[in-house]
């Protein structure tokens, strides 16, 4: 069961993410519009240690989104949880098409399981930080 003390909300990724997302209505209306004057979101997910700080205009998050997206692999059908933690800080937390989480791992740790013929190499993207397992 969600916290009531930290709302959330998803996002389905449509084409044309890369270049900002809009924050639905209902939870700009209850938790940012009027709440706070900073226009800095600060992102942070299981996938690193990394805060990636992103810029809301009105209700969409535009500048420093698509560095986020790409670290992350984010893809069209891709859905995003966003749980607000307080100050400006979300967790966020990627499912992709099949409604899984999406899993990092260490690039090196599927080098050696793909050297050893335990990886599909078809289920397994490497992108420049982590990889990503659905």
Known sequence: MANP????FLKPLLPGFHSGIT??????????ERKTNQKTWKLRSDASDKIWEVIQEGMRLTGGWKDFATAHD???GDIVIFKHEG???FHVTPFGPSCCEIQYTDPDINKEE?????ADDNEITHIASSSRMI
């Not at 003390?5 to 959330?8: A, G, K, L, Y």
């Open 114 to 118: 793909a050297d050893a013929g335990d």
């Open 74 to 76: 984010l893809r069209i």
């Open 87 to 89: 100050d400006m800080v």
């Open 23 to 32: 924050i639905p209505l209902g939870f700009f209306s209850k938790h940012i």
């Open 5 to 8: 003390h930290e709302p959330h």
